[in-house]
């Protein structure tokens, strides 16, 4: 498994000509506002706030590229990964102009960054299966582009309801058990789960 060393911000952009120019892999990750994609970008490079952790949701709406320095075990050379934090959708408050940007600049990314190779859609372990998710996982089953579910804030719920709660999202989704894990912020439980996926996409 991969294990992350250092983690930088390179660049926020919008259309395809100001994403940067990088040899490496794209993993990007997806969700409602609020969801908590910011805590777990942070939690997984094991940063405080290296992706804000915004209090006014739906605000970002550009697409945050970050360089990630990690290790393979005991091998002693360094591998490299983008990050993608990418806006977040579902909030309610947002314009119709202003969804129709986000999608036009989510399918601009999707199908122009040919390094892509997998995504993180994001879900609220409390919750079932929502259409704004499924409609994200179908665009990049549409595209062919690998994804893996994760539940988060899964604190939230009692531990013994947790592998019965992903039972749900799994029937909801459409999808297998291998294809989604629970995660916590809060207790910084799951990052291993999102390694290796991460780690079985790019390696
Ligand atoms: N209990 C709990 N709260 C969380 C967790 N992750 C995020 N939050 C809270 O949920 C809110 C939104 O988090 P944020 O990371 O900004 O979500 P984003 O909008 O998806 O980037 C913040 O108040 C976080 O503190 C978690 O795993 N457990
Ligand atoms: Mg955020």
Redesign the pocket.
Known sequence: MIRIVESNFIISAVKPRDYPVSPYWDIAFV?????????????VLGRKAI?????T??K?RLINFFLIRFKIDKDKMDGYVNFI?LP?YGYAKVSKSARESWKKMILAYFEQRAQLKGVVI?VDARHQADPKDIIMMQMLKDRNIPFVIIA?????IPKSKVRNQLRKLENGFEIGKDNIFA?????KTGVENILNWISSQIL
């Open positions: 969700g409602k506002s609020n969801v908590g994609k910011s805590s777990l970008i942070n939690t992706a804000k952790i915004s209090s949701p739906g970002t934090d977040g994001l988060t804030k899964s604190d939230k995660f916590s912020s809060l207790k």
